[in-house]
């Protein structure tokens, strides 16, 4: 992909959020498990995410205890319920659904113990606008950072969670496949649907990130720091994209997360065992004296989307062969299985009597895959095909999907 690709997108579409009466006062608890944990807001103008869990020690290496079949609602403050569906993993969502900006919200669960939680009401807010999302290159990493305001004063406490999407591509470009017992050229009409060179991955923030202005005249969020990625990061070695999520707090929800930060800096992950409690707006009312993780917010949700090209960073030089790298011809660099772990097999035409064969016993099982022609020069020329191993050659043994996103450019 040659040409250059920063774009700054605004999008709206579905987007995933990884988050238990008396006025709210955030406190570290001691250590207790198999706890209800409750992440995620309620959100207006798009689909709300919840997701439950069960705390757990510090020994136990269960990253997530998901709480299943449980009944969901939100619940405003005049009495409407909004059911949500359960999608598996501890999961429930509720479709888009246009909240009042005047009323109060909150969310009702009851568990398949039999138990009844219930947050705190909370006013759903109006979230100011992400004015740009940008990044930083130093020698070696790029930073990215956010600016924001909400020109009505009112949103003060921000929240920010994002996702990673990027583009990488396998060892070697495969111009053939092994199909039925042949091997096939797929540069052709079909190409596009039977490369295995380009792939995707994804994956979420694991950090907390909040921001405040209420010290300020006005509702302005300047250079908010979300991530820094290595020079080598496979993340940008083709097309990265970084797609932010802007929520709306109270004063109390900022103060939740401000807390729940300093608790799980030492470990890296909101979602790894706590090693003490920080109580939020959720309540158990039929076991009072239950603790429960989670603090309900309920916001609109403000988002936008930077793309770009490793050419547009400009600077980085890779080295071949430092941390699994290699330079690509197109401006870009590979990041996988090393040249050590891609070595070639050769299967030559000659002699031809055993050429079925030979084919069947190299690339049947599957666990090579043909990619290229075997040319000798000076000499023959074409006298086989190459094929290596399969994490290799088809890029989605590297853990990605070859299904491209939809706001991301061709790679071609």
């Not at 999961?91 to 919200?105: Q, W």
């Not at 740009?132 to 003060?156: E, G, I, M, W």
């Not at 409690?277 to 917010?297: A, E, K, Q, R, Y």
Request: net charge positive; charged share 15%.
């Amino acid at each position: 992909m040659k040409n250059k690709l920063l774009y700054i997108l605004p999008i709206l579409f579905l987007t995933g959020y990884f988050s238990c009466k008396k006025p709210f006062n955030a406190q570290l608890a001691t250590v207790a498990t198999n706890y209800l944990a409750v992440d995620g807001p309620i959100i207006s103008g798009d689909t709300t995410f919840i997701t439950l869990s069960r705390t757990t020690s510090l020994s136990d290496t269960t990253q997530l205890k998901a709480e299943l079949k449980a009944i969901i609602a939100v619940e405003d403050d005049q009495a409407q319920l909004y059911n949500l569906t359960e999608m598996g993993k501890g999961k429930y969502f509720l479709p888009t659904t246009n909240f009042n900006t005047a009323r109060k919200y909150r969310l009702d669960i009851k568990t398949k113990d039999g138990k009844i939680y219930q947050s705190d009401f909370v006013q759903m807010k109006a979230t100011g606008s992400i004015d740009s999302l940008y990044f930083t290159v130093t020698d070696k990493s790029v930073q990215f950072y956010l600016d924001a305001h909400d020109p009505t004063n009112n949103t003060r406490y921000y929240r920010w969670d994002y996702k990673n999407v990027w583009q990488y591509t396998s060892y070697y470009e495969a111009n053939y496949k092994y199909i039925s017992g042949q091997i096939v050229n797929i540069n052709d009409a079909n190409f596009l649907q039977n490369d295995t060179y380009y792939c995707y991955r994804h994956d979420f923030s694991n950090q907390i990130f909040v921001g405040t202005s209420a010290n300020q005249s006005q509702d302005v969020i300047k250079k908010q720091l979300l991530a820094s990625l290595a020079d080598t990061s496979q993340k940008i070695s083709e097309i990265y994209a970084m797609v932010v999520n802007q929520y709306a707090l109270t004063a109390d929800g900022y103060k939740y997360y401000q807390e729940l930060k300093t608790n799980t800096e030492n470990l890296g992950s909101i979602f790894d065992p706590q090693p003490s409690f920080v109580t939020g707006n959720i309540h158990c009312i039929t076991s009072p004296s239950d603790l429960v993780l989670g603090f309900v917010s309920a916001s609109t949700v403000s988002h936008k989307i930077l793309i770009f090209h490793y050419n547009d960073l400009g600077v980085f030089k890779i080295t071949p062969g430092t941390n699994g790298t290699r330079l690509n011809s197109n401006n870009s660099f590979y990041y996988g299985p090393d040249s050590l772990k891609c070595l070639s097999g050769r299967l030559l035409f000659a002699p031809a009597t055993t050429y079925t064969l030979r084919t069947t016993r190299a690339l049947a099982s599957g666990d090579s895959l043909v990619y290229g022609q075997y040319i000798v020069i000076p000499g023959p020329g074409w006298i086989g095909y190459l094929y290596a191993p399969k994490q290799c050659v088809d890029c989605s043994y590297q853990g990605g999907t070859k299904t491209r996103p939809s706001y991301f450019p061709p790679p071609y």
